[in-house]
Each structure stands twice: as C-alpha cells, then as structure tokens.
C-alpha cells in the first residue's frame, strides 16, 4: 500500500512532455467524499473533474497496473492498492466520508480473458466481490458499477435492451454478470443501492485524456496510430452476417459517460431503484465505416490486414438507451462517431 498525493503532485510536475494540469476546483477538507477505483484509468478520467466540480472529494484506489497518473486532477487522494485489499478498503471506508463509490477497476481485456480465464475471474471477480463486501459492512453507500455490452453476448435483437437475457461468450462479460449479480443479491440482502452500467464501446477524448491502454485492443485507437505512424493495422472478421461482413458496435464518448455516472448517482441517492443501464449511442457502426470517418478525420489512408474473427467477438452490439433517457435523463450529446474520432485524434496529436 502506497499513499502518494503529494508524490503523485511533484512527479506530475516535473514531466514537461505532458499536458497542463486541469483547472480544478479544489473540495473543502470536509466535503463529503466518493471513492473511484480504476480512477486512473480511461473511462474514469472525465468523472473526476465533474465529481470535484460538484465539491466532492475525489478518493482514487487504483493499482497503476494499467492507469496514469499525469491527468488525476491534483487534489484527488490517491491510493495506490488492489481493490480486493480489504485492510486499504477498512481504512478508506471506515473513514465514514465516503458517500458513493463508483467501480472502474477491471481487467477489460476480452482477448487475454479468454486466453487466462482465471486471471481475469481473480482480478474481476474475486477482488470486486471484496469491494462489494466491505462496502456493505461500511454502511453501503450507492454503488455504480462499470459493467459492459459483454454481458449480453450475441444478442438476437439490436438494439439490445437491458431485460435482453444475458448470455455472455467470453470471461470476461461472464465476469461483469457475476459482480452484477452479486450486487442485486447483496443489494437485497443489505439495502445496497447500486447501478450498473452496462457501457459499449468507450471511445473519444476529452482534452488531454485519452485512451492509452497497452496493449491497445480497441479499434480507433489502433486506426489513429495507424493514421500516424502509417504502420498496418489488422481488422478482424470478415465474414461476420451484417452488411459488409465486419462487426457492428455502439460507440460513446467518454464525456457522456461521466454525464451517464452522475445522473445513475443522482437516481440511487434520490431513492431510485437499483438495476442495469446501458450507456451507449443508441447507433452502430461497422468496423470499415469507422476505418472511412478515421480517414476522412485524419485526412490518411489508413494502412489495413484483414484478419480472422477474434474468439470472444460477438458480430453486433448496439444499445437500446431508452431506459437510461427515460429513467436517468441521459443523452449521448457527444456520441456523433466523426465527433468521437476527432476528439481523440486531437488528444493524439497534442
Ligand atoms: N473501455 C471500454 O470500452 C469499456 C467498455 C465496457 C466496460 N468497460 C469497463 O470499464 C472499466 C474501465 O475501463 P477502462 O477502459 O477505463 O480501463 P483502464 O484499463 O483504462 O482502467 C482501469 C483502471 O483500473 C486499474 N485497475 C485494474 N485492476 C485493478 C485492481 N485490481 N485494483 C486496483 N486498480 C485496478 C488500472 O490500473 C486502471 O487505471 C473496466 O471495468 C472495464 O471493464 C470498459
């Protein structure tokens, strides 16, 4: 266990190449607060600022396994552990300040789950059935999940909406079922409030974050690196049975995600009840219709192999969002797919 705030504020510091830090306004020391684990990571990012703007404190947990600290807005308190270390979880939540927690902590990899099912079942579900545990014993405050599109496996409808049954086709959308469930189980058991929020594919930036994941498996960032360093970049499935034989998925922006995470915590903490939301656009794309709009964005040719399918890749994920607009009030604002590549080619290129 590392507590680091003011390392993590001198070492961001130092590093010239990065961006300048956020403007931030910083929390009162008695603000009420919320735990963000994975906080370092992608799809946490924008949350951070939008949590502090509301004069909350932000509590990181994050174990730096794949997350970056030079875009943490400075006041965040970050701690750098598992998420399944019950004595770091004791002494964050026995604090009794934490008012929400919301999980992003996981390995997403879907390639490497199938490859070490087992590693992705101890890291998924093993360490967030320890969160979910000592946040019911600490007076479980409203618990927003970051589940996911994988959960429903090949779908028969599209858009697919939440009372789909789920059916899972790699460990890893298995593994997000399993903590989902364990949160309806505990939820009932404890009075737990909880969402889950069951994204597609994040995508996009916001200023500086970005995605930065490594290895990267997801397709606009693949094609952006592509677009700059003019090295191929391989699609995979050609034969899949949608209109030109690539997959079909729901692309949204990072930014209306964190919109989605504060409307799920103003739903439980006004009393809503607990359950699954999609987030997505509610549109789908083709991998060769986004290959086009990077090239259009990016004004390139982009080098591309065909491939085999990926095990594990269901041919069409798109959201059904009607629950979430309608019980949330959420809107994909920014979800526009030319939108979403010219964010994040921006980021790149900064
Ligand atoms: N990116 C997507 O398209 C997508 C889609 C659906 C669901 N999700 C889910 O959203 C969440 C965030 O995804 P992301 O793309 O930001 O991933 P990410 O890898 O960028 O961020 C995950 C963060 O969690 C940290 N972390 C991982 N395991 C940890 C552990 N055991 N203890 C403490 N910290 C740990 C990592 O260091 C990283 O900072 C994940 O749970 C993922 O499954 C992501």
């Known amino acids: 266990m590392e507590r680091t705030t003011e390392g993590r504020q001198r070492w961001r510091y130092r590093e010239s190449t990065e961006p300048e830090p956020l403007v931030e306004r910083v929390p009162a020391r008695d603000a009420p ?56 979880l004791d002494e964050i939540l026995g604090r009794g300040d934490i008012t929400a927690v919301f999980h992003f902590a996981g390995d997403s990899e879907v390639a490497r789950s199938v490859q070490d099912p087992m590693g992705t079942y101890r890291h998924n579900v093993a360490e967030g059935l320890r969160l979910i545990e000592a946040v019911a014993d ?31 086709e790699n460990p890893y959308g298995e593994t997000k079922r399993v903590l989902e469930n364990a949160l309806r189980w505990v939820g009932e058991a404890t009075g737990l409030r909880w969402a889950a929020l069951r994204y597609f594919n994040a995508a996009g930036a916001e200023g500086a974050l970005r995605e930065r994941h490594n290895p990267e498996t997801h397709l606009i960032p693949n094609l952006l690196n592509a677009a700059r360093s003019g090295y191929p970049v391989t699609l995979y499935g050609t034969d899949y049975p949608t209109a030109d034989g690539s997959a079909v998925r729901d692309y949204v922006h990072i930014s209306d995600l964190a919109d989605g995470h504060l409307l799920a915590l103003d739903h439980l903490t006004r009393g ?17 219709e986004v290959v086009r709009v990077v090239s259009e964005v990016t004004g390139r040719t982009l080098p591309v192999t065909l491939g085999p399918r990926r095990p594990g890749d269901p041919p069409t994920l798109v959201a059904d969002i009607r629950r979430a607009e309608e019980v949330l009030g959420y809107k994909a604002r920014q979800s526009d797919i030319a939108h979403i590549v010219a964010t994040a080619w921006k980021a790149m290129a900064s």
């Open 272 to 288: 809503g009840a607990p359950g699954a939301f999609n987030l997505g656009s509610g549109t789908g794309h083709s991998v060769h």
């Open 138 to 168: 600490h007076g479980a405050p409203p618990f927003v999940l970051s589940s996911s599109a994988s959960v429903y496996g090949s779908a028969t409808v599209s858009p697919i909406p939440e009372e789909t049954p789920l059916g899972p």
């Open 33 to 88: 607060a919320v735990l963000v684990t994975g906080g370092a990571g992608y799809v946490a990012g924008p949350l951070l600022p939008r949590l502090i703007a509301r004069g909350l404190r932000v509590v990181v947990l994050d174990d730096l396994s794949r997350g970056h600290t030079d875009t943490l807005p400075p006041s965040v308190e970050l701690w750098v552990a598992s998420v399944g270390d019950r004595r770091v």
